[in-house]
């Protein structure tokens, strides 16, 4: 299970209740981007793809919502040390290490709460 705090600007992943890894995130940056709130669950990965919206590339990439536009991906290098603030159009964006861990981690179906 993961869970994110957009008002702190983590996520918190669990395993059986305790605490298994912490990290800064970066949800959506605005009204117009806010990241939604709520119970979601892996619905499914991909290694590599690129965001058919805005062509960027989203390594590490795990899908929570059914129309495919929200999920947790890595960020990229050029913003990885503003994670902590809301910067995405959305999505909940990960450091590279944070990112690659959470997607071996992580297995489909899993719980990912935003709050």
């Known amino acids: 299970m993961a869970l994110v705090s957009k008002e702190q600007q983590i996520i918190v992943f669990l395993d059986n209740g305790q605490e298994a890894n912490l990290a800064l995130v970066s949800t959506g940056r ?23 919206i805005y062509r960027v590339h989203m390594p590490y990439w795990q899908c929570i919502v059914d129309s495919g536009a929200i999920g947790l991906h890595q960020a990229s290098r050029s913003v990885e040390h503003r994670l902590g603030e809301p910067l995405s159009h959305g999505c909940i964006r990960l450091g590279f290490y944070t990112a690659r861990w959470a997607y071996f981690w992580l297995p489909v179906g899993a719980q990912v709460i935003i709050r």
Do not use: A, M, N, Q
């Open 30 to 52: 605005s009204t117009r981007y806010s990241t939604p709130s709520g119970d979601f669950e892996v619905l499914y990965k991909r290694w590599s793809p690129v965001s058919s």
